[in-house]
């Protein structure tokens, strides 16, 4: 199976930003008694910028595997001058 990894719905990632920048925004206005949301806020805004780290780092490193099977092929089809053909 080869991975895919589609980036054509933008909308999700605009989604999360504004549902962590809303999280980080709470953690600043929520009083220090509701300790249960305190420390809730805190790792799903890192939870989230963990998830977006991750999924960027293996797109990059897919393109980059990709580009080098590509270069590979491409060297390999045409023939160097200090081979000998036969």
């Known amino acids: 199976m080869e991975r895919n990894f589609e980036i054509k719905h933008r909308w999700v990632w605009i989604l999360n930003g504004l549902v962590t920048l809303g999280c980080f925004i709470a953690f600043l206005c929520i009083n220090g008694k509701e300790t249960v949301f305190s420390f ?4 799903d805004v890192a939870l989230n910028v963990a998830k977006t780290v991750f ?8 393109m980059n595997i990709k580009a080098d099977k590509a270069r590979l092929a491409a060297r390999m089809a045409k023939p160097s001058l200090n081979e000998p053909l036969l």
Do not use: S
């Open 40 to 43: 809730y806020i805190p790792l």
């Open 55 to 62: 999924f960027w780092y293996n797109f990059y490193e897919d």
